[in-house]
């Protein structure tokens, strides 16, 4: 296992949007197009082999590697290290965004026509940053690539969208920017405060998990608050929300698949990596809270995707909401919950990139996305609609497809949790699963009215799905099949890391 090393994994990409970008590369659209197409075939099974060879069994992390600068740790008087490693969380969240990545490169081709060299350029830069969020051991390493992703996101969303892109790109970073803020100060204070108690310069995450003992819990819960409300924004989570559905509806749509695929993933790890490992009694403080907040995030996005008059906002909403049954998950404090939570993220992410790819097929063709304005396109592009029927039976939790077990198993944990609140827990659990019934609703309502009521006479020459989206839908379908019939495949990559931090926060 040698040839396996994270730091080619994560900074490839870097070297191959600085390959892009430098002036002699051939500036020629097909060119540029399949060398990017390539590299992410190629990492994307250079991904697969870690995953092949990592073993389930082991409870710490693996895969560690340190990038040294000519012999010597990045910033070792201040105990600032740039370590890498991975464990079973981080690896599936790896291997899924090097996936993404390679689908979205795949359905770029109809929808990037002008500065390819830029795009496909921020395209890696984006990738490098989120896989090094995903596998940095160290607090401060982890801030530089969290930050780092803000950067491509902005051009990704300002120079390939509508004529609103750039407006949407803008309150999307200042958002992002303050909230990291938050994050910022959390991790500095709790590194000098960890140095002033322990008299020892870390910032290795593995090392600043809080004793109660040392720490005061009003030390804690200012931390983790900040850390909270760094994670939350770009989870994105109720009242955190606005940015992301804004974004997705003025975005191209390869961004809004790279989007959906990858970036809320991180907030979900953050949430596990910081506010769970590192404050494990506050957030058992916080638990109740957060599986109501985790409802009424539900219901509320649930009830704004209802009333959208796009359809890039009815499936940004939906997204937002499935997403409060990880938080719900997570707050159950107990392994089904916390297992389906992580399913859940994993499931979130793969089957509303498939919706954005149908999404992305109906708006070439007909350059709209208003609901009122489609209707009935069913009847001239039968095989789009057959995958959407599957993606869409998928997000509303139909039985034997991706998104079924992980709401099954969210539920069963917050049914079975032992939180001192049992009533609330309970009444919150009931209303979950009330939840899944109007999600079925809005997400049907989705299909129905862009597939399946009467063809308006402008869409009657539409053409169906090309050969290209065919095989990204087909894959995507197989994934959602495969994962919904044979879900444990997923978790047990997992279980050794769930049981680590449940054995540290279990009530």
Not at 78 to 104: E, N, R, W, Y
Not at 114 to 121: A, D, G, I, V
Not at 196 to 222: C, G, H, R
Request: proline content about 3%; some cysteine; overall charge positive.
């Amino acid at each position: 296992m040698n040839f396996l090393s994270l730091i080619w994994l994560i900074f490839a990409p870097i070297v191959v949007s600085l390959i892009i970008m430098f002036p002699r590369f051939p500036n020629h659209q097909v060119k540029v197009r399949r060398f990017a197409k390539w590299f992410a075939g190629l990492h994307f099974i250079y991904a697969l082999l870690f995953l092949a060879f990592f073993d389930t069994s082991m409870f710490g992390m693996s895969y560690e590697k340190e990038l040294t600068f000519f012999g010597m740790s990045w910033l070792k008087s201040l105990g600032i290290s740039a370590k890498f490693a991975v464990d079973g969380i981080a690896l599936l969240m790896v291997v899924l965004t090097t996936f993404i990545v390679l689908i979205t490169l795949f359905m770029s081709k109809i929808h990037i026509r002008s500065k390819h060299k830029l795009y496909y350029s921020m395209v890696f830069l984006l990738e490098s940053a989120i896989l090094g969020i995903f596998c940095a051991k160290d607090m401060f390493l982890f801030f530089i690539f969290w930050e780092l992703s803000l950067i491509p996101v902005y051009f990704l969303i300002s120079q390939w969208g509508n004529s609103e892109a750039r407006r949407a790109a803008i309150k999307f970073t200042l958002v992002s920017f303050a909230a990291n803020m938050f994050l910022f100060f959390g991790m500095l204070i709790l590194y000098y405060y960890n140095f002033a108690v322990s008299n020892v310069l870390t910032a290795n995450i593995e090392s600043l998990n809080m004793d109660e003992k040392i720490y005061p819990v009003w030390f804690q819960v200012t931390v983790f608050v900040n850390f909270l409300i760094g994670f939350l924004v770009r989870v994105p989570f109720v009242p955190f929300h606005n940015w992301y559905a804004d974004v997705q509806s003025k975005s191209a749509a390869p961004v809004n698949i790279m989007l959906s695929g990858v970036l809320l993933n991180t907030g979900v790890y953050g949430l596990i990596r910081f506010n769970m490992q590192v404050f494990p009694e506050i957030f058992k403080m916080f638990a109740p809270v957060l599986m109501v907040w985790g409802i009424a995030n539900i219901i509320y996005a649930g009830a704004l995707s209802i009333v959208q008059p796009g359809i890039k906002k009815i499936v940004s909403y939906a997204h937002i909401s499935s997403m409060g049954f990880v938080m719900t998950g997570l707050a159950c404090l107990n392994s089904t919950g916390f297992n389906g939570a992580v399913f859940m993220s994993i499931a979130c992410a793969v089957v509303f990139s498939a919706l954005f790819v149908i999404i992305s097929s109906v708006q070439f063709r007909t350059k709209t996305t208003y609901i009122t304005a489609l209707g009935g396109i069913g009847q001239v592009m039968p095989k789009c609609m057959y995958f959407a029927l599957i993606i869409c039976f998928s997000a509303i939790g139909v039985p034997f497809l991706m998104m079924f077990t992980p709401k099954l198993m969210v539920l069963t944990g917050a049914m079975l949790s032992n939180l001192e609140q049992q009533l609330m827990v309970k009444v919150a659990a009931f209303i979950g699963l009330v939840a899944i019934v109007v999600s079925a609703g809005y997400i049907m309502y989705f299909f129905y009215k862009v597939f399946c009521s009467v063809l308006l006479e402008q869409w009657k020459k539409v053409k169906d799905l090309s050969p290209q989206e065919t095989a990204v839908l087909s894959a995507l379908c197989l994934i959602i099949i495969y994962f919904g019939v044979y879900p444990m495949s997923i978790i047990q990559i997992y279980q050794s890391v769930s049981s680590i931090i449940l054995d540290v926060i279990q009530v």
